[in-house]
């Protein structure tokens, strides 16, 4: 599972990259015929996809967090 995680936060990066790197605009001027048409039949998935998880990580942040409870990690007292 961490290896798919890290996958995917590296691929997300690239596109980030790439998207600061090329707007729409000049992508659709330079890409070729190719390029384009398989973009157009794959993004309607891809954004599919992309929706459903944002959707779910929408709802589980909409909601009221957790009560923090005590644990090993967490200092109480005076600080030195």
Sequence with gaps: MEANADRFLELLHQFEDFTEAMSPERAHAEFDETTLQLFWMRWPRVS?????????????????????????????????
């Design 48 to 80: 599919s996809w992309s929706g459903s998880l944002w959707r779910m990580l929408s709802e589980e942040m909409s909601g009221p967090s957790a009560p923090h409870t005590d644990s090993e990690f967490h200092e109480v007292g005076e600080g030195g």
